[in-house]
């Protein structure tokens, strides 16, 4: 009998790996600060890639999810003051569709649902982790729970709580930009139909994302922090007439906005990690800017993919260097394709330099002609590096 592989963060990224490790019959403890159901209720809307569809497929939560997501079929790219636009469209590229957007509140909820099938998964709610200890022989994680300190030790333990809770561990290296940007998400509704069409559109102020979910459309809309707020400080009428003339005409007026929330932006990433037996996934392991909705997607590759790699190793090797080098080879082209991807577009299309926004606007027209170079482009936003 080997020790569990303990998950420190039960969100879309660590049910994920447990949820996967169960459909392989590997015993999995995983603790998660919230309450169960916290977040069910939780609006913030994921871009998710076809090929993060095909892995929930693949652990039978997609039959759950298909009826509460929206297909993006097309995706219009443009840039403000340009006539210049790209569109990617799912029937060129041969996939049902290019992406889908779906709650974080139903993705959360269907993977819960999937893993308490499983009659021995061992999830400890309410239960915050507060130390990290990687050692030779086992990593050990201190938690609280109930007023109560606890420890539980294992071979292989893996921090997939989203980046935001624990200080230094050692072994652990992060590296941080900040972009100095925020961005603003909610959701709106259009005077158009939305036909799912996800626009991008890249403007001086930082690049806007609509993306059709439901009836209507979920925002992204970037900027400098001291920018957003002032959009965030402006009464409903005046936020949806601002983000008309910022947006264009594209969608018609913007007739309701929902509920607006800001995060900041930063591009994060870690150096090899050389503690023993702990391995980072998700959010926690790199957070990159929403630009291109890679982030979400990344991360739950790097949970499906270190979940191969555990069920491929003896248990006796787990969380061993050679398991672990294994691992972050098989995650770095993924990982940095992404965080340099998006830090590309960011620093190309967040300026507005003469000469510079006018090739910019050519070059979205050329990509609109050439077809391998945009055949690529879907491939790696759907698949990763294996794309
Ligand atoms: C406010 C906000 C809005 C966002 N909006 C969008 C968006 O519109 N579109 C998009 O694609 N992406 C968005 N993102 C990014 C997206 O949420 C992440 O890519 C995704 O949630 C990453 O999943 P994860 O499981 O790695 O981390 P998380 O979703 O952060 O999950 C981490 C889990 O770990 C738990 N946890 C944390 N600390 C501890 C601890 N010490 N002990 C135990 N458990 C712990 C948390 O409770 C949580 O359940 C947003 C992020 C934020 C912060």
Known sequence: MTDPVIIVGGGPVGATLALTLKHKAIAVTMLEARAKGATYQDQRALA????????????????KLDAQA????TIHISQRGSFGRSLLKAQDHDLP???????????????DEALAEFNDVKVIYEAEATHIEPALDAATVRFDQASTSQHLSSSLLVLADGGRSLGDISGIQRETKMYG???????????????NIAYERFTPMGPVALLPNGKDFSLVWTGKQAEVAQVMALDD???????????????????SVGKRLTFPLKLSYLNPVTAPHLVVIGNAAQTMHPVAGQGFNVGLRDAYELAQQIAHTAPEAWGQNA????????RKTDTKRGLMFTDFLVNLFSNDIVGVSSLRGMSLGMLDLLKPVKSRLVRKMSFGSRG
């Open 48 to 63: 998710l890639s076809y090929g993060s569809r095909a892995i929930l497929e693949k652990l039978g939560v997609w039959a």
């Open 70 to 73: 929206t297909a993006i079929n």
């Open 97 to 111: 569709a290019l992406g889908y957007v779906l709650s974080y509140g139903a993705l959360t909820k269907a993977l």
């Open 181 to 195: 940007h925020d961005a603003l998400v909610t959701k709106v509704k259009c005077e158009l139909p939305h036909d």
């Open 237 to 255: 009428a005046e936020f949806l007439s601002q983000l008309h003339r910022h947006f264009g005409d594209r969608v018609g007026r913007f007739l």
């Open 323 to 330: 398991m672990m080098r294994a691992y972050q080879q098989d």
